[in-house]
Nanobody, 122 residues
Framework: VQLQASGGGLVQAGDSLRLSCAAS????????MGWFRQAPGKEREFVAA???????YYADSVKGRFTISRDNANKKLYLQMNILKPEDTAVYYC?????????????????WGQGTQVTVSS
């Protein structure tokens, strides 16, 4: 199983970005998928998750600004990020939970992508 995250960049506060995660070597449609992020000097934290039924879950800090979605036909995961804030600056990781749980717990995700840097300037 391989996950490849992309779409990060340097933007200004208030801008939008869309992250993508391409999956290969897995069923995907039955997997739960998640986004996590790690800011410099901080622990990695949950951002959003989506299960096979397309039920979504968000961290309180991004609720109403970020939208997670999936394209099962093309094995793609997305994170639309709007109204970005400097505190959203982090490396963003996509992850797959082959048990389909879609939780906010890192240890319940089996596979991880390499991360993509998002930097939001004030």
């Amino acid at each position: 199983v391989q996950l490849q995250a992309s779409g990060g960049g340097l933007v200004q506060a208030g801008d939008s970005l869309r992250l993508s995660c391409a999956a290969s070597g897995q069923t995907f449609s039955s997997d739960a998928m998640g986004w996590f992020r790690q800011a410099p000097g901080k622990e990695r934290e949950f951002v959003a998750a989506i299960n096979w039924a397309v039920t979504t879950y968000y961290a309180d800090s991004v609720k109403g600004r970020f939208t997670i979605s999936r394209d099962n036909a093309n094995k793609k995961l997305y994170l639309q990020m709007n109204i970005l804030k400097p505190e959203d600056t982090a490396v963003y990781y996509c992850a797959a939970d082959t048990w389909g749980r879609a939780t906010d717990r890192e240890d319940e995700y089996d596979y991880w992508g390499q991360g993509t840097q998002v930097t939001v300037s004030s």
